[in-house]
């Protein structure tokens, strides 16, 4: 096989075409995606969203189309989208861009669509716009078509987020240098987000550093406590890499001395359901599944109440995205899928501790994307 850049083997014609037979298979006469990981997955093309409509539109049956303001086609020219072939219909200024994308999906069909889906995270005037311009039709979201396919991560696609876990892995590997007793947490993530960038990502989604009873609360980001010693310290962090593809990963430390006698005990629980939650992972096995495999642990460690989220979500373009590891969800796991194993206990008004590693499911179990130690690591402050 000829070496091809990763853009190429990142997107293709053929994710446009699978979203119009998933759309066809559900009855779906039209979707409609604007700028935001949707658009990236299927074509390749990152626009800004903005008040001007640029859509992906897959007509159930016929050529889907990507709708753009006229001075935007240099740009969709220049990015993945350009190579694939896609037929680009440019508005002018003066147009009413959804008239425009009506006339051809309704060519396309031969009829008024009834049934149109739009992306989860569409605008509400670019949305209501197309439903104005099609009266008639009854909107939907779009992520029964998208998800599934964006749920099953290619080879390619998996090599994308096994980087960014990679780059990630580095950056805890090296916290000792910042986070440290004295220092605050504001000052800690400072420095955390800079070696973010400096592994490679393009930009820094969170750092959370959670100190003490900031540790609690598990999406507490960042504050001007000042770390003390013996403090648990929470550390979840992730970026976005080049192509786009996510990391995401907790690691807790204590720092400056030893923890409370206790966190032993209850740290060793949550490992444990880490553990068992990621061998659990394999086809076949449901979402809730997974889940429960690490609340039982966790529940019969005596720390149920304790675990007040759920086990995971799904990673790629978006740091959270199908498939959830949630109860309620039935899903089977198929080779492909990324998400998190990422259980906690979190002491109101005290502390708070959690691990997170990246995970694939295989053909036969499960791939790790991040590694370094999941006990609980000791910083000498
Ligand atoms: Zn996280
Ligand atoms: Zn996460």
Same mark, same amino acid.
């Given at each position: 096989?000829?070496?091809?850049?990763?853009?190429?083997?990142?997107?293709?014609?053929?994710?446009?075409?699978?979203?119009?037979?998933?759309?066809?298979?559900?009855?779906?006469?039209?979707?409609?995606?604007?700028?935001?990981?949707?658009?990236?997955?299927?074509?390749?093309?990152?626009?800004?969203?903005?008040?001007?409509?640029?859509?992906?539109?897959?007509?159930?049956?016929?050529?889907?189309?990507?709708?753009?303001?006229?001075?935007?086609?240099?740009?969709?020219?220049?990015?993945?989208?350009?190579?694939?072939?896609?037929?680009?219909?440019?508005?002018?200024?003066?147009?009413? +861009?959804?008239?425009? *994308? #009506?006339?051809? !999906?309704?060519? /396309? %069909?031969?009829?008024?669509? $009834?049934?149109?889906? =739009?992306?989860?995270?569409?605008?509400?005037?670019?949305?209501?716009?197309?439903?104005?311009?099609?009266?008639? +039709?009854?909107?939907? *979201? #779009?992520?029964? !078509?998208?998800? /599934? %396919?964006?749920?099953?991560? $290619?080879?390619?696609? =998996?090599?994308?987020?096994?980087?960014?876990?990679?780059?990630?892995?580095?950056?805890?590997?090296?916290?000792?240098?910042?986070?440290?007793?004295?220092?605050?947490?504001?000052?800690?993530?400072?420095?955390?987000?800079?070696?973010?960038?400096?592994?490679?990502?393009?930009?820094?989604?969170?750092?959370?550093?959670?100190?003490?009873?900031?540790?609690?609360?598990?999406?507490?980001?960042?504050?001007?406590?000042?770390?003390?010693?013996?403090?648990?310290?929470?550390?979840?962090?992730?970026?976005?890499?080049?192509?786009?593809?996510?990391?995401?990963?907790?690691?807790?430390?204590?720092?400056?001395?030893?923890?409370?006698?206790?966190?032993?005990?209850?740290?060793?629980?949550?490992?444990?359901?880490?553990?068992?939650?990621?061998?659990?992972?394999?086809?076949?096995?449901?979402?809730?599944?997974?889940?429960?495999?690490?609340?039982?642990?966790?529940?019969?460690?005596?720390?149920?109440?304790?675990?007040?989220?759920?086990?995971?979500?799904?990673?790629?373009?978006?740091?959270?995205?199908?498939?959830?590891?949630?109860?309620?969800?039935?899903?089977?796991?198929?080779?492909?899928?990324?998400?998190?194993?990422?259980?906690?206990?979190?002491?109101?008004?005290?502390?708070?501790?959690?691990?997170?590693?990246?995970?694939?499911?295989?053909?036969?179990?499960?791939?790790?994307?991040?590694?370094?130690?999941?006990?609980?690591?000791?910083?000498?402050?």
């Amino acid at each position: 096989m000829v070496a091809a850049p990763s853009s190429s083997l990142l997107v293709s014609i053929d994710r446009v075409h699978a979203a119009r037979a998933v759309a066809d298979e559900l009855g779906v006469d039209l979707l409609v995606v604007t700028p935001g990981s949707d658009l990236r997955y299927l074509c390749g093309y990152s626009a800004h969203a903005m008040e001007r409509l640029t859509a992906l539109a897959v007509p159930r049956r016929g050529e889907p189309l990507l709708v753009v303001p006229r001075l935007e086609v240099p740009m969709v020219e220049a990015s993945p989208a350009g190579a694939l072939g896609l037929e680009v219909l440019a508005w002018d200024e003066t147009d009413d +861009a959804f008239a425009r *994308l #009506a006339e051809a !999906v309704t060519a /396309r %069909l031969g009829a008024r669509p $009834t049934r149109i889906a =739009v992306g989860n995270r569409t605008w509400a005037e670019h949305a209501l716009g197309v439903q104005r311009a099609m009266p008639g +039709a009854a909107l939907e *979201l #779009a992520s029964p !078509v998208i998800d /599934r %396919l964006r749920m099953v991560k $290619t080879p390619a696609e =998996v090599e994308e987020l096994a980087l960014a876990g990679a780059a990630i892995d580095r950056v805890h590997a090296a916290m000792a240098g910042w986070l440290r007793v004295g220092r605050t947490e504001a000052e800690v993530g400072a420095d955390i987000a800079a070696a973010i960038l400096a592994e490679g990502h393009v930009s820094v989604d969170f750092t959370i550093v959670g100190s003490g009873p900031n540790g609690a609360s598990p999406h507490h980001e960042l504050s001007d406590r000042v770390v003390q010693a013996g403090d648990l310290v929470v550390v979840d962090i992730g970026g976005e890499t080049a192509t786009g593809y996510r990391s995401d990963c907790t690691r807790t430390y204590v720092v400056g001395g030893a923890a409370a006698p206790d966190v032993a005990e209850w740290y060793a629980v949550l490992q444990q359901a880490q553990e068992a939650a990621t061998a659990a992972v394999r086809p076949g096995v449901t979402c809730e599944q997974i889940d429960a495999v690490a609340r039982d642990v966790i529940i019969e460690g005596g720390w149920g109440e304790h675990f007040i989220h759920r086990t995971g979500h799904g990673i790629g373009l978006d740091t959270h995205e199908a498939p959830y590891v949630v109860a309620g969800n039935d899903l089977p796991l198929e080779p492909g899928m990324a998400f998190s194993v990422e259980p906690g206990i979190y002491l109101a008004g005290r502390c708070g501790a959690r691990i997170e590693d990246i995970v694939v499911c295989t053909d036969d179990g499960v791939r790790n994307l991040n590694g370094g130690p999941r006990e609980l690591v000791e910083l000498p402050g």
